[in-house]
C-alpha cells in the first residue's frame, strides 16, 4: 500500500505540494510515483528563476528504465531546487516525502484549490 | 491478458511479487525487487533470468551442416559436437532476420536458439531455405523451458545447489545431463558478459531447478537488468543494434560473419556489396560529457545536423557513466567526434567513443 500523508495536496501526475508558508511550497513526487518508477537514478530539474506553469512540463525523473516527464501541478517562480538529489536520486525511493524537488514562490495560491487531498488522491490511486 | 502467453515458471514469478510486463507475446517478469540489485547480482555474484519465451529449432537430416552453413552468417564447418556459435540469418538484401545460437548436436544435428519475439518469422524463413536441402525442421519451442544462471559464483552455486559439475564445461560448449531423472541439456553461455550457464530441459525439471536455486539463494532476475547487463557487454538486442533493417556490417558484427571465407551464405553477396561501395552508418559507442540519459530513440546530432539515433542507452548499472550504443552516419562515427544528444528539449553535448563499456570499471 502506498503511503499518503495528510495535510499535502496532489496533483493527478503523482506530485505533492507541501505548504511552507501563503505562497511558499516544495513540490516533490508521491510514494506511489516512486514505486511505479523504480530505481531512481536520475531528476531533471529547470534552475532557480526559473518559472513554472500549471499543468506544463519542467524535468523528467528517470529510472533505470525509462524516463517520466514531471508536470508543473501549480505556477510560480523556482526559489530553490534540491542539489541532494543530484548526489542521491535514491532518496526519491527511500523517503519521497522528504526528497523535494523545487521550492517555488505561488503566482496564485488559489491555484492549490484544483490539486486533490489526501482523501481524493488515495481514490485516485486505487481506481 | 489478451492472448498473452506465459511460460511454466510463471506462478513463480507470482509468488515472488515480480512486476511482469508484455513482451514478445509473453506475459514476462521485467524486475523482482530493483533492477539496479538484480544487475548488481549478475555482475558481482550469481543471478538467473526465465528465458523460456527464447525459440529452440531443431534441424535434422542428412544435409543439416550444409544447410545450416547456407542460412547462418558464422562459421558451421569448423564447429565439433558439443561445440556452440553465435551469429546472424540474414534476408538476401543482408539485413537481419534474427541473431541465434546454433548448438551442433552432430553433423545431421543442429539445434537453433532464436529470439522469442522472432520465432515465427524464424521458423518460416529456416523452412522456406530448405529448398534443395535433404533436412526437416521442428520447431521444439514450446517443448523446452530455460533458465539463464549467470555471474561469476555460478560454476560454484550449481555445484552446491544442484550437484552438478560444470567445472570442465568449456566456453560456448555443451553436453547432455540428468537430474532427477529429467534430461538436460546445458551450455556455457549467456547475454550479460558475466561467466554463466544456460540450462535446457522439460517444463516441470525446470520449475523444479528454479526452485531449488530460489531456496539456494541465486537472485531471480527480470528482463530490466537482462537489458541493461547485455548492453554493457556490449551485446547486440533484436529490434535496437539489428533489424531487418540494418546489416550486421552497420552494426558492428563483422566478427561474426564469415565473409572472408569461400562458404557462400544467403545475403553474402549484399554485404560484399556494402562493404565495397555503400556502408553510410555504423553502430558506435557514445558518452555524454553531463550526467542526462541518452534512451533508446533520441536523435544525435553534430551542429544542427541531425546525423543517427540512439540504439540503446542507460545511465550505466556498473560504470555510473551515461553511455549508450547509437546509430551514427558517416564519418561522424569517428572516436572522439563531439556530438550532442536531443533530451527532452536541451541538446547535451557527449562523444563517440568505443564500445567496451565494462572494461573500465575497475
Known sequence: MSKILEGLYYSNDHEWVKVLEDDVVLIGITDFAQSELGDVVFVDLPEEGDELVQGEEFGAVESVKAASDLLAPVSGEIIEVNEDLVGEPEKVNQEPYEAWFLKVKLNDPKELDKLLDHKAYKEEISE | ?362
Not at chain 2, 89 to 111: A, Q
Not at chain 2, 146 to 164: M, R, Y
Not at chain 2, 296 to 312: A, C, L, Q, R, S
Open chain 2, 1 to 362: 491478458m489478451e492472448n498473452l502467453k506465459v511460460t511454466p515458471l510463471y506462478e513463480e514469478h507470482l509468488k515472488l511479487n515480480a512486476k511482469m510486463v508484455d513482451f514478445a507475446g509473453f506475459h514476462m517478469p521485467i524486475s523482482y525487487t530493483s533492477i539496479k540489485d538484480e544487475h548488481e547480482a549478475i555482475r558481482n555474484n550469481v543471478g538467473m533470468f526465465d528465458v523460456s519465451h527464447m525459440g529452440e529449432i531443431l534441424v535434422i537430416g542428412k544435409d543439416s551442416e550444409k544447410y545450416i552453413e547456407f542460412i547462418f552468417t558464422n562459421k558451421v564447418n569448423e564447429l565439433k559436437n558439443g561445440e556452440i556459435n553465435y551469429g546472424m540469418m540474414l534476408n538476401k538484401n543482408g539485413t537481419v532476420v534474427d541473431d541465434l545460437l546454433v548448438y551442433k548436436i552432430s553433423d545431421e544435428s543442429f539445434l537453433l536458439v532464436v529470439n522469442a519475439s522472432n520465432i515465427a518469422k524464424d521458423y518460416t524463413h529456416i523452412v522456406e531455405q530448405t529448398n534443395g536441402f535433404d533436412v526437416l525442421v521442428k520447431n521444439m519451442s514450446e517443448d523446452y523451458a530455460e533458465i539463464a544462471v549467470q555471474g561469476p559464483k555460478t560454476e560454484v552455486k550449481i555445484k552446491e545447489a544442484l550437484d552438478i559439475d560444470l567445472s570442465d564445461l568449456k566456453f560456448f560448449n555443451f553436453k547432455e545431463y540428468t537430474f532427477n531423472d529429467h534430461d538436460l541439456i546445458i551450455s556455457r553461455t549467456g547475454y550479460t558478459g558475466e561467466d554463466g550457464f544456460e540450462i535446457y530441459g522439460d517444463h516441470s525439471i525446470i520449475v523444479e531447478i528454479w526452485k531449488i536455486l530460489v531456496d539456494n539463494n541465486v537472485t531471480p532476475c527480470g528482463l530490466g537488468s537482462r537489458d541493461t547487463l547485455r548492453f554493457e557487454a556490449n551485446l547486440p538486442l533484436y529490434g535496437h543494434e539489428i533489424s531487418d533493417e540494418i546489416t550486421p556490417i552497420e552494426a558492428g558484427l563483422k566478427y561474426f560473419v564469415k565473409i572472408d571465407s569461400e562458404v557462400d551464405f544467403l545475403g553474402k553477396d549484399a554485404l560484399l556489396d556494402q562493404i565495397e561501395n555503400s556502408l553510410t552508418r555504423r553502430v558506435v559507442g557514445l558518452e555524454l560529457n553531463k550526467q542526462a540519459i541518452p534512451r533508446e530513440g533520441y536523435k544525435v546530432f553534430k551542429n544542427d545536423k541531425e546525423i543517427g539515433y540512439i540504439t540503446t542507452g542507460y545511465l550505466s548499472i556498473s560504470t555510473g557513466k551515461p553511455i549508450a550504443l547509437a546509430m551514427i552516419n558517416r564519418p561522424f562515427t569517428k572516436k572522439g567526434t563531439e556530438v550532442s544528444v536531443q533530451i527532452r528539449n536541451k541538446m547535451i553535448p557527449g562523444f563517440i567513443r568505443n564500445k567496451k563499456f565494462l572494461k573500465e570499471t575497475k
